[in-house]
């Protein structure tokens, strides 16, 4: 399964995980995850430990993802990126938009 | 040697039934052609040719069958192992049978015809 | 259905035949393999019932060219045959036979074979014209592409990219990648250049690529600056792209007069500054790419890079960098460095990177995902009038009119006034043809009185290379620091029979200047760098009928006459 999801202990913060290719054909499985979550769900964290390639659909679907989130007032946290995936999302200045650790 | 019947009359009766006006044409035709392989096997015989042999009594035994002659096809499927396995030294035995059951079922058929 | 039946048996073929005519279908009858190819071949039957053993051409045979006769059509073959064992079965399916029926014939199991290959033979009938429907849209949305393409190309690579100090690759027609390469002249002199990719590909990423062209070339043609330019292109693109959906792009803007360039990375690979003395400077992305952000929160500042002539600035999209060898790897930021770093002395960068990509693809022809330009600074006077995209009113205007605009205070920070005035003075048609160098009086004037007026500037900051980084800093810090301060533009234009005559006056609330001291600095026709204001007036005073300068050096007026051309006197 390219997206995993799991939800933390108290219920408000989801973790989505994306595994290989991070593109095009992830978006659908990837708005269903956060789309279709619990309400209580306050805050989001990508875990991009298992993804090995990102391309600008992918950074498309985190916009939506941080428009669907609350825009300036989204919580969502970029982690475990690989060097390729650090730099696609540096030379986009994403870091402007989203917490990456 | 083999224990079935000269004739199947309930596939016969099915036959009739299917072939309506036709099923003595049927009859007539199936007689025809059964000499003619019959020869067939005899000139595969004298010509010691097994495999020919073979061949030709699984063509036969298969209409045999068709026709609701299950004794006569269990006859042809001996000829054809026979053949098959080139052990011809036993086939003139059971052509000879073929030829006898043969005239029964003939016999037999000519009669259902009327 | 058409049903052919091989069989070499004469009753069997009767029996056979006879079932199949009761269960109501078409039969045509063959004795051997031979007859049953050719009867096939005639006959077109939907169902084919073949005798494995037969005379002359056997089934096994018969079956194999049937089914390559067949072609992409699905015409069940059943085998017939009293073939007991199973390896003899098997070959039966493996020549191409879909089933086999088995003697004696069972009337029943014969009805629900031949019921059961009809309804695939339908199923697949229904699938073939599904795919030939599907095929037939397909080509039919390629060709729409196509012309869409066509109209995107005029839009998408224009402008003045065929100018000779610009060098440019970009995608050709076939492919739709959603990149886009625009420049244009600026009134006054000077080029801008964007280029731009936008997320996706195919139609949604080129829909974009129109209106951010009308916007350019729009803005360009009207003398806006750079960061005016970004920021409605930003602004733009928030509107009308959904979410999700945004243009990497950078924008440059080469000043002819002066010895800088401006530029502005937002998602792009670095771009490069590669000076005549073999220097180079990147230019990397600092920005988050256009359409996201919203215009409140973008950010149109531009970073200012010193650069004299036969300086070259290459950009490129990603396409360039993610190029790859056989072996799958990519070229790389590294690759193009490398490059950069090993040019040689006469060599172009542009030629240098196109023929080391090339060699490293192993492609004879650059891929299509490529979009590649540079830039060369060329300084110097004021530019050939060049205008791509002026448009043309055939509207009258106002002949007789008299204007007065003053800014402020903050906005003189904030705030730009050349296109205002540039198109209060295009309103009158006979100046429309001029709108450069109206322009260029206009700013001008107005840049000396800001500079040298308002915030004091000092012009021999200008006279290094170096020193103009530092004398736009400066300039940036005063600027916070206007109070009091106004600048005010007075125009008035009087109609002649087909002429008329432009009057500019500009006031500043500055010190003002000793025009007479400046003027004996910088005596007529000595080149660059004996200081801008000294320039800037011996502009002036070329391009107008009269410059007169009052108060104390902070009022400057100029008279601008003009004629239509029929009566073959030039103005000015």
Redesign the interface.
């Known amino acids: 399964m390219p997206i995993e999801t799991r939800l933390s202990e108290d219920g408000q913060t989801l973790v989505i995980q994306v595994q290989g290719r991070f593109d095009f054909s992830t978006h659908q499985a990837f708005r269903d995850a956060y789309e279709h979550c619990d309400p209580s769900v306050k805050s989001y964290v990508i875990d991009l430990s298992g993804t090995t390639y990102l391309d600008s659909s992918a950074l498309g679907m985190l916009l939506l993802l941080r428009d669907h989130a609350g825009g300036d007032s989204a919580s969502v946290v970029i982690e475990n990126c690989n060097a390729d995936v650090r730099r696609i999302l540096s030379i986009s200045n994403f870091e402007q938009l989203f917490s990456i650790c | 040697m083999n224990e079935k019947p000269h004739l199947d009359e309930e596939?016969l009766a099915?036959?009739q039934d299917?072939?309506e006006d036709?099923f003595s044409?049927?009859i007539q035709?199936?007689l025809?052609?059964s000499r003619t392989r019959i020869h067939g096997l005899h000139d595969a015989l004298a010509a010691a040719d097994s495999d020919q042999l073979a061949?030709a009594a699984?063509?036969f035994?298969?209409?045999c069958?068709?026709?609701?002659a299950p004794r006569l096809g269990a006859f042809c499927f001996e000829l054809e192992k026979l053949g098959k396995n080139e052990q011809l030294e036993k086939a003139p035995e059971v052509l000879e049978a073929i030829e006898e059951e043969f005239q029964d079922v003939a016999r037999r058929l000519e009669n259902f015809n009327e | 259905m058409n049903i052919l039946i091989a069989e070499d048996n004469d009753s069997d073929r009767m029996i056979l035949a006879t079932l199949i005519r009761r269960l109501g279908h078409h039969v045509q009858e063959a004795s051997d393999g031979l007859e049953a190819v050719s009867s096939f071949v005639k006959f077109q039957p939907d169902l084919v019932l073949l005798d494995a053993l037969m005379p002359r051409m056997d089934g096994m045979e018969a079956a194999r060219r049937i089914k390559a006769l067949g072609g992409v059509r699905f015409i069940p073959l059943i085998f017939l045959t009293s073939l007991s064992n199973a390896t003899e079965q098997a070959r039966c399916l493996d020549a191409g036979g879909d089933d086999f029926l088995v003697k004696p014939y069972n009337r029943v199991i014969l009805e629900a074979k031949i019921n059961a290959f009809n309804r695939m033979r339908s199923l697949h009938q229904a699938v073939s014209e599904q795919r030939d429907h599907i095929r037939r849209q397909n080509e039919r949305m390629l060709e729409e592409q196509r012309a869409a393409r066509r109209v995107f190309d005029n839009v998408a690579h224009t402008g003045c990219l065929n100018a000779p100090n610009i060098r440019y690759h970009a995608s050709p027609l076939s492919v739709f990648n959603g990149d886009v390469l625009f420049a244009s002249r600026r009134p006054g002199g000077g080029t801008l250049l964007f280029m731009g990719d936008f997320t996706g590909h195919g139609l949604p990423a080129a829909i974009g690529a129109m209106p951010i062209a009308e916007v350019f070339y729009g803005m360009a043609a009207k003398g806006f600056g750079a960061a005016d330019i970004l920021r409605e292109i930003n602004r733009k693109l928030c509107s009308i792209l959904p979410t999700g959906m945004f243009c990497c792009g950078v924008l440059l803007e080469a000043d002819s007069k002066q010895s800088a360039i401006r530029v502005w990375n937002g998602g792009l690979p670095d771009g490069w500054l590669v000076r005549k003395n073999g220097d180079r400077v990147a230019i990397p992305s600092r920005h988050l790419p256009l359409g996201v952000l919203p215009p409140d929160r973008f950010v149109a500042s531009m970073d200012i890079l010193d650069a004299l002539s036969g300086d070259r600035v290459v950009v490129m999209t990603d396409g360039f960098p993610e190029s790859r060898d056989d072996q799958g790897a990519p070229f790389g930021e590294t690759g193009v460095r490398r490059v950069l770093a090993g040019l040689q002395p006469e060599e172009h960068p542009f030629d240098a990177l196109m023929e080391h990509l090339q060699r490293f693809t192993g492609q004879p022809a650059p891929a299509d995902d490529i979009t590649l330009c540079s830039l060369e600074v060329v300084t110097g006077s004021v530019a050939p009038e060049i205008f791509e995209k002026t448009p043309a009113s055939s509207l009258s205007g106002p002949g007789n009119w008299h204007c007065v605009y003053e800014i402020r205070e903050r906005t003189l920070a904030d705030f730009n006034p050349l296109p205002l005035l540039l198109h209060i003075c295009m309103e009158v048609p006979g100046l429309r043809r001029k709108s450069g160098e109206i322009y260029t009086l206009l700013s001008e004037l107005y840049n000396n009185a800001l500079e040298h007026g308002v915030l004091a500037l000092s012009s021999e900051w200008k006279s290094s290379a170096k020193g103009f980084s530092l004398y736009y800093q400066e300039r940036k810090r005063r600027l916070s620091e206007t109070e009091g301060h106004y600048i005010r533009f007075t125009l008035d234009h009087e109609s002649r029979p087909d002429a008329g005559r432009l009057r500019i006056r500009c006031e500043d609330s500055g010190q003002g200047f000793d025009a007479e001291s400046q003027g004996a600095r910088a005596p007529a026709g000595t080149g660059p760098g004996n200081g801008y204001a000294g320039r800037g007036l011996e502009i002036l005073k070329r391009m107008t009928q009269e410059l007169n300068i009052y108060g104390a050096g902070n009022c400057v007026e100029i008279v601008y006459d003009w004629e239509f051309p029929n009566h073959g006197l030039q103005s000015s």
């Open positions: 596939a099915e036959l299917v072939m036709e044409v049927l035709t199936y025809a052609d061949k699984h063509s035994k298969g209409s069958f068709n026709i609701g």
